[in-house]
């Protein structure tokens, strides 16, 4: 299906230079973006500091390679200079799409120097925030290993608890990806997972990052639920942006036609053109 115009950027994508999209090729991702239509894509690469551990690394032979005896992975050092560029020579080859440069800081606020060292370039367009682990024991974890051994509730209400305070810690990011990222991981035994019963939670989370003037990301890897939409526009949220978070070019602005009319019923509105921020 061909892009219109309403179609929003992919303000959150990632190629072969985020450690853990060896599949995610810069050049091919802009050949599928002029394929369907886009006019921009952001490639917010991955700059995480956080090591962590996972009992089930062996699975994964991508992790695998920056993992230790012990099954905690290091995540490799973000190579800046290469990155861009790569980006350079992908804006050259292909001028009639903007691309947008970007990064995803890991935990921003456990890591505040090497976050700032990284941004001191001036040359990242699009700022991500996100948060992937949380404290388990002596080590930290992704919410699919700590739903192993800790009710899913629990750990939903510490991310979020622990997201609030990233956001009012870092004021280095413009936007907050996937803020409901513990659902991608939700275990089938458990009750399924409903935005109602963290709305309290939800909110804070929104309503500091209204205050904070900051952007909410509307993620399509697992679609973000309306309500929590809703609940950023009623806390004081003017604008969001549209992230498929693809790590291969072929999940690029997946899901993308349906979060367009989900934001629009909830009377988000794109800018003058298809890369601006949707604000109401």
Not at 62 to 85: I, N, S
Not at 149 to 161: G, I, Q
Not at 248 to 265: I, R, S, Y
């Amino acid at each position: 299906m061909v892009a219109t115009v309403t179609v929003p950027t992919d303000s959150h994508v990632h190629s072969e230079w985020s450690w853990d999209a060896p599949d995610g090729a810069m050049e091919r991702t802009c050949a599928r973006a002029i394929e369907l239509g886009l006019v921009a894509v952001a490639f917010t690469e991955h700059a995480d500091y956080t090591a962590w551990f996972a009992s089930d690394v062996a699975d994964y032979a991508d992790l695998m390679r920056f993992a230790t005896p012990d099954l905690v992975v290091h995540p490799p050092r973000f190579e800046a200079p290469k990155y861009l560029e790569c980006l350079e020579r992908c804006r050259a080859t292909y001028p009639a799409l903007r691309i947008i440069s970007g990064v995803e800081l890991g935990e921003p606020h456990w890591h505040a120097e090497a976050a700032t060292e990284l941004l001191a370039s001036g040359r990242f367009e699009r700022v991500l925030a996100s948060l992937h682990n949380l404290p388990n024991g002596e080590f930290f974890s992704e919410p699919h290993e700590l739903f192993l051994h800790r009710d899913p509730a629990d750990v939903m209400r510490e991310y979020l608890s622990e997201t609030a305070k990233m956001i009012s810690a870092c004021d280095s990011f413009t936007v907050l990806a996937h803020i409901d990222y513990p659902v991608r991981y939700w275990p089938d035994t458990a009750t399924a997972f409903d935005p109602v019963d963290f709305e309290e939670e939800l909110r804070q989370v929104l309503r500091i990052l209204a205050d904070a003037e900051k952007l909410l990301e509307v993620n399509t890897r697992v679609p973000l639920h309306n309500s929590i939409v809703g609940w950023w526009r009623d806390e004081g949220g003017r604008g969001v942006t549209f992230g498929s978070d693809a790590h291969d070019p072929t999940w690029l602005a997946a899901g993308f036609a349906d979060a367009v009319a989900m934001v629009e019923g909830l009377g988000f509105r794109r800018g003058q053109h298809p890369y601006d921020v949707w604000h109401r």
